[in-house]
T-cell receptor
Framework: GNSVTQMEGPVTLSEEAFLTINCTYTATGYPSLFWYVQYPGEGLQLLLKATKADDKGSNKGFEATYRKETTSFHLEKGSVQVSDSAVYFCALSDRDGGSNYKLTFGKGTLLTVNP | EAQVTQNPRYLITVTGKKLTVTCSQNMNHEYMSWYRQDPGLGLRQIYYSMNVEVTDKGDVPEGYKVSRKEKRNFPLILESPSPNQTSLYFC???????????FGPGTRLTVT
């Protein structure tokens, strides 16, 4: 079946530091890839997505590139802010053999950014 | 405002006492789904629904029921809750086969 493996953390950075959160996946089909963010006490929000190989998703200064050859979708940001403190989930969406385009999530990475 | 709402947001109950967590979306989405989030396990799908009166099991359906009588609502029912169902629950919806799922704010359930 499908699976997502991401760096578990926690990750603690100083403001303006460079962020990388690694994510690799296993899928039998041609999945779409996502990063979701969960701020304290809130639900998940879609941060960015990529639907085919070599696509780059970007939003709010975050980027991730769909690398089929390495089955990876690493999240990066050049300069993090305190407001980026949250839990980040890597996920893929693929048909499960039927009609369910379900999301398969990694375990999440807690990011704390200190001023 | 387009949104997915869940009620209650917090619930503490005892083993065996039936409960229902409601989920409603105002985006006319066909697809709705329930996930549970547990530390170290990420989110796992419990049940999903492709449309009214069409539901199916996800990865961890044991101990849960759902119904989809109206397009906007997708309640999660625990007939006889047990402590291992203590978790954070999220409802999500999606339009047809589009990629983005919209998540509710979550319901934190504690079963003692």
């Amino acid at each position: 079946g499908n699976s997502v493996t991401q760096m578990e953390g926690p990750v603690t950075l100083s403001e303006e530091a460079f962020l990388t959160i690694n994510c690799t996946y296993t899928a039998t089909g041609y999945p779409s890839l996502f990063w979701y963010v969960q701020y304290p006490g809130e639900g998940l929000q879609l941060l960015l997505k990529a639907t085919k190989a070599d696509d780059k998703g970007s939003n709010k200064g975050f980027e991730a590139t769909y690398r089929k050859e390495t089955t990876s979708f690493h999240l990066e940001k050049g300069s993090v802010q305190v407001s980026d403190s949250a839990v980040y989930f890597c996920a893929l969406s693929d048909r499960d053999g039927g009609s369910n385009y379900k999301l398969t999530f990694g375990k999440g990475t807690l990011l704390t950014v200190n001023p | 405002e387009a949104q997915v709402t869940q009620n209650p947001r917090y619930l503490i109950t005892v083993t065996g006492k039936k409960l229902t967590v409601t989920c409603s979306q105002n985006m006319n989405h066909e697809y709705m789904s329930w996930y549970r989030q547990d530390p170290g396990l990420g989110l796992r799908q419990i049940y999903y629904s492709m449309n009214v009166e069409v539901t199916d099991k996800g990865d961890v359906p044991e101990g849960y029921k759902v119904s989809r009588k109206e397009k906007r609502n997708f309640p999660l029912i625990l007939e006889s809750p047990s402590p291992n169902q203590t978790s954070l629950y999220f409802c999500a919806s999606r339009r047809g086969r589009s990629y983005e799922q919209y998540f509710g704010p979550g319901t934190r359930l504690t079963v003692t």
